[in-house]
Each structure stands twice: as C-alpha cells, then as structure tokens.
T-cell receptor
C-alpha cells in the first residue's frame, strides 16, 4: 500500500523568502512521486515529477524537489517566493505494483500563503 | 497546450437524482480517471478506464457509480441515485499510458452539491 503525509497544512512565507513544503511517503515498490499545485477555482497542475532518474528534480516556476529514499521524503522547495505562488500544493505517490496500471495517492495538501 | 475539460463546473441536485459529469480528456491520451475531493479531505481515486473498460476501481466506486466513453471524445461519470455524502469536487484526469511514471493531467473539476 502507498501513502503520503504532508507535514504542514499551512505554510506562511514573505515574498522573496525561501519556501519549503514537506512530504513523506510510503510505498511497497519503486514509487513515482509528483507535486501538483491548485490555484483557486483551477484544476490540478503538475509542478514536477520524480520517476527514478535524477534525485533532484526541477519543475516549473522555479520549484524543485529532492527524492531521498533513506528518509522517504520528497520535499518541495523554491529559493524565493512570489505572490503568485499562493495556492494549495499536493504531494502525490504512484507505484507500479499493479501490472502497469497506476493510481495516484494524494497527501492532504499544504496551503501556501505569501505575504508582501 | 491541450487541456482536460470538464462540464459543468458546478452541479446542484436533489438527493436521489441521477447526475452525469462530463469530461473531455486530452485527445491522444488512452487512460482516463475520476477522482473526488470531499471538502476538507484528501483527493481520492475512484476509477481508471482503458480500452473501453474499467481497469481499476476503489471501494468508493460502488454500484451507484458508472463510467462510459460514449464517443471518441467524452468520458462520463454517472451517479445513479445521489446521496448527501456524494457532495464533493470531482476531477477527471487522463494520461498517455497507464504506468506509474506517466503523468496524469487533471481537469478543473466539477463541484457537485447534493441537497
């Protein structure tokens, strides 16, 4: 079975300061890991994904995440927050256990608040 | 850039009524999915669909739910007799292939309110 824990329900930062959104996962198999972002009244947009290649993954809008197998973590970071980054962020795991068919397991989400 | 679209954006219905939520996946994608998010809770997998049949479904996806690809572009989720607890945001997604590493692209969601 796979599961995802997002350690913070809300994170508040000031514009221009670093962002850290934490995620720990559990998977019985080699997982693929994703971060999705949801802006208000919008769909879920893929930020980045890890699929067993490089452990440091770069995504859109300056975000990146590092896969650490020993810590079962996949934290999302950005060096400098922008007002437009305010949104809800979901850490998602998918494993390849089921003969090629994948289903996504979502974390509860972290709401990122950015103040001027 | 191609997108997954969903209609309607908001549906209000009375308990016991049937609803059909519609999705148009990205045109060259072969795998289709429905997820839901009850307010304040996690996004949950409902069902995946490939080659005109269900490939996997969760415990939530009981006999009250069904999916269909009625033509070459639409993918629908039907709830036969809605309950209050079916109130949620329903997301459709699609992917090129079904393996874990393949990205699922999501639509904007349909907010279903059951009164």
């Amino acid at each position: 079975a796979q599961s995802v824990t997002q350690l913070d329900s809300h994170v508040s930062v000031s514009e221009g300061t670093p962002v850290l959104l934490r995620c720990n996962y559990s998977s019985s198999y080699s997982p693929s890991l994703f971060w999705y972002v949801q802006h208000p009244n919008k769909g879920l947009q893929l930020l980045l994904k890890y699929t067993s290649a490089a452990t440091l993954v770069k995504g859109i809008n300056g975000f990146e995440a590092e896969f650490k197998k020993s810590e079962t973590s996949f934290h999302l970071t950005k060096p400098s927050a922008h007002m437009s980054d305010a949104a809800e962020y979901f850490c998602v795991v998918s494993d390849s256990a089921r003969g090629g068919y994948s289903t996504l397991t979502f974390g509860k989400g972290t709401m990122l608040l950015v103040s001027p | 850039e191609p997108e997954v679209t969903q209609t309607p954006s908001h549906q209000v219905t009375q308990m016991g009524q049937e609803v059909i939520l519609r999705c148009v996946p990205i045109s060259n994608h072969l795998y289709f999915y429905w997820y839901r998010q009850i307010l304040g809770q996690k996004v949950e997998f409902l069902v995946s669909f490939y080659n005109n049949e269900i490939s996997e479904k969760s415990e939530i996806f009981d006999d009250q739910f069904s999916v269909e690809r009625p033509d070459g572009s639409n993918f629908t989720l039907k709830i036969r007799s809605t309950k209050l607890e079916d109130s949620a945001m329903y997301f459709c997604a699609s992917s090129v292939a079904g393996q874990a590493a393949n990205t699922q692209y999501f639509g904007p969601g349909t907010r279903l309110t059951v009164l």
